[in-house]
């Protein structure tokens, strides 16, 4: 047994304890899926996509390679057009906007709010034009972004959501839960991610009907049926092992996601009193999944090597907004554009968060950045 002490090192993720707690189960899927010899698709894909439309409370979901992916087909089969404009935030993982370009649409940023970090909708609102075609909300960081007001703006206008659920699986506004509201949401099962995978895996969440059955053909080169193509499409199948893996994981995700939120709750009384750091803000309504723990710190950069040198993990999410990066010069959006994002970036630090982080590691991360401040 290890004994926690005041400089017992934290990891800011350790995938190693989930898997070693599962690795019976784990290896007998794998075993199961040797002797099928069936690798890609088939029956542990069907049954996974039921098992986890059922877990969304969506009607269906299309399993896929990864959450890059899903985005990719989600915003394809919603029929954008070069040209067509989709309104999205800056501090965002790149995927979301990637996935974008590579269907064609053009990006339009807007800021996030400040007590979240979630898109503005007013400001949505206020960007919306005549080449707007859709919204990608981004559930960060495991919380809902707020989606009254930016369903009501997208009914009003005439626009599509796609929901960026990757941080957000099983949480909630207003009871309501991530990848039902818009017309499509995508998850991600990136090994990091409240479910994760063995290796890459993604997600279409959706009612069922035209738009997620053109999804569907994406992922397998445009078929309708074997060697039918009515479009081009993509090799964006999910692997059968990946499915078996995500079986096992999945009645545990609640689980997982209660101690997450029981760590952050034990994070928040053991960091109160500090003064220098913002806790993060759950919005009237929100049930986060706490994805990542992210306080906003003054003196952000010494703090986090202050906590490195004690053995303590931590991150940054995101360390340069997605419109000052070198990628998207050509938007030509300098210093200054999404004043709110900007502030973020520089102040944002992720502390330790996976759903086996004790009390006492908690005590000794706090007790550290406790000192850092003295
Ligand atoms: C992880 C992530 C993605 C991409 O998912 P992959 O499975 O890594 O392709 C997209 N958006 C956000 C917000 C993410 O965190």
């Not at 003064?275 to 986060?288: D, F, N, S, W, Y």
Request: net charge neutral.
């Amino acid at each position: 047994m290890t004994v926690v002490g005041q400089h017992t090192p934290v990891p800011f993720l350790d995938l190693r304890q989930p898997h070693a707690a599962l690795e019976s189960e784990l290896v007998d899927a794998f075993r199961r899926a040797l002797h099928s010899a069936q690798f890609v698709g088939g029956p542990e894909v069907s049954a996974f996509e039921n098992e986890f439309a059922a877990f969304v409370g969506t009607e269906a979901a299309v399993a896929v390679n990864s959450g890059t992916d899903a985005l990719r087909f989600a915003y394809q089969a919603l029929g954008v057009q070069p040209g067509d404009e989709v309104l999205t935030v800056p501090n965002t993982f790149i995927a979301t906007t990637e996935a974008l370009s590579q269907a064609g649409a053009a990006i339009r940023f807007v800021d996030v709010r400040d007590a979240t970090l979630t898109i503005d909708p007013d400001a949505v609102a206020a960007a919306v034009g005549p080449r707007t075609v859709g919204i990608v909300p981004v559930h960060l960081y495991g919380q809902m972004a707020d989606m009254d007001p930016l369903l009501e703006v997208a009914a009003r206008r005439g626009l599509w959501i796609v929901e960026d659920a990757a941080q957000a699986h099983g949480a909630r506004d207003k009871g309501r839960r991530a990848g039902t509201l818009g017309e499509l949401g995508a998850f991600s099962f990136y090994p990091g991610k409240n479910l994760g995978a063995c290796g890459e895996g993604g997600a279409v969440s959706g009612r069922s009907g035209v738009v997620l059955e053109t999804v569907r053909r994406l992922r397998e080169h445009g078929q309708s049926s074997k060697y039918v193509h009515e479009v081009e499409g993509y090799n964006g199948r999910m692997h059968a092992i990946q499915a078996a893996f995500l079986r096992i994981k999945l009645p545990y995700l609640e689980g997982w996601n209660a101690s997450r939120r029981r760590a952050a709750l034990l994070y928040r009384q053991a960091l109160a009193d500090v003064a220098e750091i913002r806790l993060p803000v759950e919005a009237p309504g929100a049930t986060p999944v706490y994805h990542l723990f992210v306080i906003r710190a003054q003196r952000r950069d010494e703090l986090q090597a202050f906590l490195s040198k004690r053995g303590i993990g931590t991150g940054l999410h995101y360390p340069v907004p997605l419109h000052l990066q070198t990628a998207y010069r050509h938007l030509a959006l300098g210093r200054g554009a999404f004043p709110v994002t900007e502030r973020a970036a520089a102040e944002v630090l992720s502390l330790p968060m996976y759903p086996e982080l004790t009390a006492d590691q908690i005590g000794v991360v706090a007790d550290a950045i406790r000192a850092f401040y003295k």
